[in-house]
């Protein structure tokens, strides 16, 4: 089987618009990778363009999370690790369809009061900017929504995320609330 793009993901983060770019590497490496324990649990929300989602977050293995959206025909099953960088906080996370694993799209999230995580993702003209003036390797996926895979190092990805890009790096993707009792 061949490797498939992380396109699949949108399904899930509903950014067909927005197409987020993918990376070859993770932030970090899933070995000896903290579990976050407040994204632990069922978390409900929508991608502010009215696509509900009911994100089904657990341990895995070791520092490795399950991303599951059971409500779609076929629920789409993903897994993720955090990184820190800072004070903000990362998931590395790819699409795990069958035996074939695609890349990671980098997510930035916030846990805030009231039991509410906020969700961003890497915004791709940013990033398309920086691949063609030379400041980060990556190339078009070739797909017609103008994807983008990133090819660089995590250790230059970080420097590229830590450079002073701020919240232009990243788009909003959305709000989601625990699902108490579940």
Known sequence: MGRKPVAPLLGLLALLAACPPESENPLSSP???VIDQALLGVWAGDDGQGTKLELHI?????GVMSIVDPRKGEPLKFEAHATALGARKYLNVRLIDGDDVGGYVIVR???RAGGKLSVWTMGSGVVRTAMESGALKARS???GLGGIVITDTPEKVIAFINAGKGDKLWEKFGTFERVKGR
């Open 58 to 62: 657990a341990v895995k293995e070791g």
């Open 31 to 33: 070995k000896g990778a």
């Open 141 to 143: 996926s070739g797909g």
């Open 109 to 111: 999230y916030e846990l």
